[in-house]
């Protein structure tokens, strides 16, 4: 019995040794696979905490370069209208330049030839009245003669932009009258041109020469001219 139940020990212990052993196998198996796994999972997990930081840094740059295109996008766009605006400016200022030279290119001119109508005006003013009409004394013709030239010279000078001024009865403006002197009367409101000792004129909105004039005083004061009267008499 004794050997009996000895060998069957043993044998039941020699059985048993597979078992473990394939149970210690196993478990060394098991305990190798552990490790392997938590390095892959901890990869996985760097892989996709790199990723999602890459990410952030490929927005990151791609809104730094959107504002970068943005700001030269504004900027362009500054200097385009900075550039329309002085190109306007130019072509207004050019126009108002080339609309000045031919309005006053004259000017010299025009200025030169006012002494030639005031010699005119003069010789009509030196012949007396009773030998206007007087055909037998032959002045008559020779004063229509110099009245049309004086009045073809007045024309061709309007129709280069001069025009002569006619103040008598208004208000006295010294952008365009001279006063020489004052004549009282309380008639009118002071201040009003009464007479005109040499005649002014104009070119354009400019004063090529401005009329001597003889100006009221001691009448009512004048009222202050309304804008659409200056505008008229400046355009006069």
């Keep these: 019995m004794m050997s009996e139940t000895g060998r069957n020990d043993g044998n039941a212990t020699e059985s048993k040794g597979p078992e473990t052993g394939a149970t210690e196998t196993a478990t060394g198996e098991a ?13 996985a997990a760097y892989g ?30 500054d200097r385009l209208l900075r550039l329309a605006a002085d190109m ?54 020779l004063i229509e003669g110099v009245e049309m030239t004086e009045k073809g010279l007045i024309s061709t000078l309007e129709k280069h932009g001069v025009r002569k001024l006619e103040p008598e009865g208004q208000r006295f403006d010294p952008n365009f009258h001279q006063a020489m002197f004052e004549i009282p009367n309380a008639e009118v409101p002071s ?8 005649a002014g004129y104009a070119i354009g909105d400019r004063v090529l020469r401005p ?3 003889g100006v009221s005083k001691g009448g009512p004061k004048a009222s202050p001219a309304k804008p659409a009267e200056a505008e008229s008499e400046a355009g006069e």
């Design 191 to 198: 201040g009003t041109v009464l007479q005109v000792v040499q």
């Design 88 to 141: 306007e400016n130019l072509r207004r200022r050019t126009e108002r330049e080339i609309k000045d030279a031919r309005t006053y290119a004259v000017t010299g001119f025009a200025r030169e030839m006012l002494s030639v109508a005031d010699n005119l005006a003069r010789a009509l003013d030196a012949v007396p009245e009773e030998h206007r009409s007087d055909e037998s004394s032959g002045l008559k013709a």
């Design 211 to 213: 009329a001597m004039v």
């Design 31 to 43: 305990g190798a696979a552990t490790p392997q796994s938590s390095q892959w999972g901890a990869g």
């Design 48 to 77: 996709e905490a790199a990723g999602d930081a890459g990410e952030a840094a490929a927005r990151s740059a791609d809104a730094e370069r959107i504002a970068a295109l943005e700001a030269e996008n504004a900027d362009v766009k």
